[in-house]
């Protein structure tokens, strides 16, 4: 099946899509994007990706797009228009195409390009790695310094997976300094006692609005949590570890750089925790 497309304004199938390649992100990698997660054929936390969306362009200095405010109903639009149940609706604005390479931006009026599409994802809210749980391996932390700003930037992360892939593992923890940052698409956390431990937030991570969402709801169950660096041998010490991420929800982590957490299976608070964020976002779900 085509999947209908939405670029600069226009709705077409992917086939008929195209974005010129003086583009600045193809060329500079000048863009920023969001992923919005979509459960029962709703959006999950759209006013948050909205948000971050918002603070990103305005970190770069980027125009913000005519259609801006349209954003939500765009992507219902592209929900109904692929029949998304569960999946995503990925969306990337740059600063545009303006004629020429140039490392220096283009004139204020030259106008953002604009594209979405959609994933789906059947059984995305019913994983089977959030039974068995993922294995992490740490590498160094090599990216730029502007983490907080949701760019397309994702060479390092990119490698960063397949290091993870290369040693059978399913994903990456960066660390810089000695400490734990994050995972290469996701906040990272661990859980000893009744206390989540994760990295408060600075330029060195991404604002995460399932983060937001999911210590938002720990706090309210009565879990403590405390932001601030740790090691990776902390993390290793933990009775439990997770991620979260737009796409993932929350997912358990079950080994670490070899030493498996517990008796090396997804623990009960990190299931607890995925049962109340699913729950509580489909009830607020657009």
């Not at 090691?231 to 929350?250: C, L, P, R």
Request: proline share 4%; with cysteine; net charge negative.
């Amino acid at each position: 099946m085509t999947r209908t497309v939405y670029v600069n304004g226009e709705y077409l199938p992917e086939t008929e899509a195209k974005v010129s390649i003086f583009d600045r992100a193809f060329l500079m990698a000048d863009g920023v994007y969001e992923v919005t997660s979509v459960l029962d054929g709703k959006l999950i936390d759209f006013a948050g990706h909205a948000k971050r969306l918002e603070r990103s362009l305005n970190e770069l200095d980027m125009r913000k797009p005519d259609c801006f405010d349209d954003l939500l109903e765009i992507h219902r639009e592209l929900v109904r228009l692929n029949d998304i149940d569960e999946g995503l609706v990925y969306l990337q604005i740059t600063r545009g195409a303006p004629g020429d390479r140039d490392f220096a931006f283009p004139p204020e009026d030259t106008a953002p390009t604009v594209v979405l599409f959609t994933q789906n994802k059947p059984g995305l809210a019913d994983s089977p790695a959030a039974k068995t749980g993922m294995k992490i391996i740490s590498v160094d932390d090599l990216r730029w310094g502007r983490r907080d700003i949701k760019t397309v930037q994702l060479l390092y992360p990119s490698l960063g997976k397949m290091m993870a892939k290369k040693a059978g593992a399913d994903d990456a923890w960066m660390v810089q300094d000695g400490f734990v940052t994050e995972g290469t698409s996701n906040n990272a956390y661990f859980i000893k006692g009744n206390k989540i431990v994760t990295r408060a937030l600075s330029n060195d991570i991404l604002h995460g609005i399932t983060r937001a969402a999911v210590l938002r709801f720990a706090r309210e169950a009565q879990m403590e949590v405390e932001e601030r660096n740790f090691t990776i041998a902390e993390a290793q010490a933990a009775d439990e570890a997770f991620i979260t991420s737009a796409s993932a929800f929350v997912m358990p982590v079950v080994e670490i750089d070899g030493v498996a957490l517990g008796d090396g299976t997804p623990g009960k608070r990190v299931a607890r925790l995925r049962e109340i964020y699913l729950d509580e976002s489909r009830k607020a779900a657009v």
